[in-house]
């Protein structure tokens, strides 16, 4: 499949919200993707093939850090390069060397692989972090000076 990644726009937002709802038990409402989109410094990715939406990525910048908001993939398209298209992306905007840091369920093992890959490392859980089943999350870090290629 062919994945074209660019910026995410105003426009996208019906589709992201679309989006949202298939892949989501507790979805973002227009509003949280509106704020993330208004964020100057943060990297706001959208995956495409043609004029179809694939997936979205959204990164804010705090403190120096990116924070990896939202990743999300139709359901589709998985298994098929569209995250790790957005990643690449995301690596090479951002900057390679850069501090990166997420939270991922930790039923999700085909996230943590794929976040694995860029060197993403586990640095804790946070308790019941999920609020549609109170499911625990991994706190991941991309520490600086790690290598970012895929393995």
Known sequence: ?????????YGDLA???????????????????VLELSKRDGV???ATNGER???????????????VMNVAVTP?????????AMFEHLLKVAG???NYTLEVRVSNAAAIALYESYGFRSAGVRPRYYS????????MWRAEGRPWEAA
């Open 1 to 9: 499949m062919s994945v074209a990644v660019r910026d995410l726009a």
């Open 15 to 33: 589709s992201v919200i679309a989006v949202e709802r298939q892949v989501f038990t507790a979805p973002w409402s227009l509003a949280m993707f």
């Open 44 to 46: 706001q990715l959208a």
């Open 53 to 67: 939406l694939l997936g979205y990525l959204l990164c804010s910048l705090y403190a120096g850090d990116y924070h």
């Open 76 to 84: 589709d398209c998985r298994r098929q390069g569209v995250a790790r």
């Open 96 to 98: 390679p060397d850069a």
């Open 132 to 139: 549609d089943n109170g499911e625990d999350a991994i706190v």
